[in-house]
Each structure stands twice: as structure tokens, then as C-alpha cells.
């Protein structure tokens, strides 16, 4: 059965500083995502990782993957208020045929002004 | 494009009603998903739409839900009897055939049984 973690599960920290979460899965997977969720709010794409070593970056926030590994990562630069959220990691199960997400356990975000 | 949407945003139901929630994808992605978050959690998948075909669901889809997606369009689920531990958000999916399999996600139903 595949199996997404992340951590840290909570995660408070100061402006300006950096900070990288980690997402682990337990079996074969060359494509994972991740999601950013406000309190309340749906999910909002942030970035689409599809062979091993991408690499992909938008503002603050930089996403990488080594699927040999089985380990991706969200790299947080010089953190800012309004990077608060909870941070999901995703892998679809391709091998099903329906490409089906298993998310992990979410990482919660708070930045300290 | 508009992005999935989904309707009713709130549903607040007592204890044994019947509650239908639809979704309405982005036009022309013919595969479309369920999950169902619990407050604190991430999203757990429910069930698997292409086109018109449901060809998966999950076991947590007790025998109390039930999904159609007529003519491939807009998705329904329906909850019968519900039950106070069906209270969470619904989130529904869409994604285009082929591509990078990323799902875009509507803005969810959020269910309080009461």
C-alpha cells in the first residue's frame, strides 16, 4: 500500500528565515505534487514534479524530487507572514489506471512576523 | 475556463437526512475525482470517474454513498442516512486526459452533521 509522509507535522517559524519540508513514499513514483490549502479553503496547485531531479521554483518557495530516493522536498527561502498554509505532498497511483492522489499528512505552516 | 466548481459550499444536515453534492468540471477533462477531508487531515480518495465510467472506489465508500457522473459532465454524490461521522469537506477533481495527471481542484462542499 503506498504511503505518503511528510514532516515536520507543524512548523513555526520566523520571517525572513528558511525552512525545508520533506515528503516521503514507499513505493515507485515519477510524478508528485504539491498543494498549498488556506484554513477553510480548497486546495491550490503549487508545483507539478514529473522525473526524477526536477526541480522547480516560484518565489519563496523551491520543489525538487528524487524518486530513486522516494523523497521530495519544499525549500522555503526567507520566509514571509503570508507564506502561512498547510503544505500537502501528493503522488498519483498510476499504476492503478487512475492516476488517483495519496496525500500526505500535510505540513502546517505559521510564519512569525 | 472557470475551473471546477462545486454546490452547494455549505450543507449543514441532522443525523439520518439524505444530502446530494454536485460538481461541475472544467469542460473537457474527462477524468474526475472525489476525496474527503477530515479536519486536520489531507484529503483521502473516494471514487474515480472516466467519462461516464465509475471505475474505482475507495472502501470508504460505504454502501451509504453513492456517485453518478451522467453523460461524462457534472459528477453527484450522495450521502444517504447520514451520520455525524460524515461530517468533513468534499473536494471534487478534474483532470485532462493524458498530460502531467495533475488534478485541479474545485472549492469543495463542507458537510456538519448535526
Known amino acids: 500500500e503506498l504511503k505518503v509522509e511528510q514532516n515536520p507535522l507543524f512548523l513555526s517559524m520566523q520571517e525572513g528565515k528558511n525552512y525545508t519540508i520533506y515528503c516521503n513514499y514507499s513505493t515507485t513514483s515519477d510524478r508528485l505534487y504539491w498543494y498549498r490549502q488556506d484554513p477553510g479553503k480548497s486546495l491550490e496547485s503549487l508545483f507539478v514534479?514529473?522525473?526524477?531531479?526536477a526541480v522547480k521554483q516560484e518565489g519563496r518557495l523551491m520543489a525538487s524530487l528524487d524518486t530513486k530516493a522516494r523523497l521530495s522536498t519544499l525549500h522555503i527561502t526567507a520566509a514571509v507572514h503570508d507564506l502561512s498554509a498547510t503544505y500537502f505532498c501528493?503522488?498519483?497511483?498510476?499504476?492503478?489506471?487512475?492516476?488517483?492522489?495519496?496525500f500526505g499528512t500535510g505540513t502546517r505552516l505559521k510564519v512569525l512576523a | 475556463d472557470t475551473g471546477v466548481s462545486q454546490d452547494p459550499r455549505h450543507k449543514i444536515t441532522k443525523r439520518g437526512q439524505n444530502v446530494t453534492f454536485r460538481c461541475d468540471p472544467i469542460?473537457?477533462?474527462?477524468?474526475l475525482y472525489w476525496y474527503r477531508q477530515t479536519l486536520g487531515q489531507g484529503p483521502e480518495f473516494l471514487t474515480y470517474?472516466?467519462?461516464?465510467?465509475?471505475?474505482?472506489k475507495s472502501r470508504l465508500l460505504s454502501d451509504r454513498f453513492s456517485a453518478e457522473r451522467p453523460k461524462g459532465s457534472f459528477s453527484t454524490l450522495e450521502i444517504q442516512r447520514t451520520e455525524q461521522g460524515d461530517s468533513a469537506m468534499y473536494l471534487c477533481a478534474s483532470s485532462p486526459r493524458g498530460g502531467s495527471y495533475e488534478q485541479y481542484f474545485g472549492p469543495g462542499t463542507r458537510l456538519t452533521v448535526t
Open positions: 469542460s473537457e477533462h474527462n477524468r
Open positions: 470517474f472516466q467519462n461516464e465510467a465509475q471505475l474505482e
Open positions: 514534479l514529473l522525473s526524477n531531479g
Open positions: 501528493a503522488v498519483d497511483r498510476g499504476s492503478s489506471g487512475t492516476y488517483k492522489y495519496i
